[in-house]
């Protein structure tokens, strides 16, 4: 028998192959990679850049994702408080993580917003590519941290109420 003939269980998937379409098995290479290179990588369900959370004159991406957790995107917390959206610096480290703490030196209750925030969740936005998100709940935790961080500056003198 010729060695490059396929054997056994091959054969079948030679023969799967063969009656896919060049988009299918282009999918589900692109699936497999996926899965190999970024290990369980959570897919969003819904959201998208075009609709996001808004509050006031703010706006969030926000996704759900297939474990029906909420996120709301990296890129969009950031942006949301007004920082730029590059990656900041200490090595790269994120800017929302070097601010709070910035915060926590002062003094501050910043709750566990750094280490939160140094360990985003991995996922998959509708329209493919890799996202990085926080669960929905730290946006309450963010906003303690800022407000008391004003009170902390106002009851110092160093800005106004």
Request: glycine share 12%; net charge positive; hydrophobic share 35%.
């Amino acid at each position: 028998m010729d060695d490059k003939e396929p054997h056994g269980k091959a054969r079948g998937g030679v023969a799967r192959a063969k009656s896919l379409t060049a988009e299918q098995r282009k999918a589900i290479s692109r699936k497999g990679a996926i899965a190999r290179w970024t290990g369980l990588l959570k897919r969003a369900t819904h959201g998208s850049p075009d609709h996001p959370l808004k509050i006031g004159d703010i706006e969030l991406q926000c996704y759900v994702l297939d474990d029906e957790s909420r996120v709301l995107s990296q890129r969009g917390v950031q942006g949301g408080m007004g920082m730029s959206m590059s990656g900041g610096s200490k090595s790269g480290e994120q800017r929302l993580a070097v601010f709070f703490d910035s915060l926590a030196a002062k003094g501050i209750d910043v709750k566990d917003l750094p280490a939160r925030i140094r360990n985003p969740i991995r996922f998959m936005p509708p329209g493919g590519g890799t996202a990085y998100g926080y669960e929905a709940t730290i946006l309450a935790d963010i906003c303690d941290a800022v407000l008391a961080a004003r009170r902390v500056a106002t009851s110092r003198g160093l800005c106004h109420p």
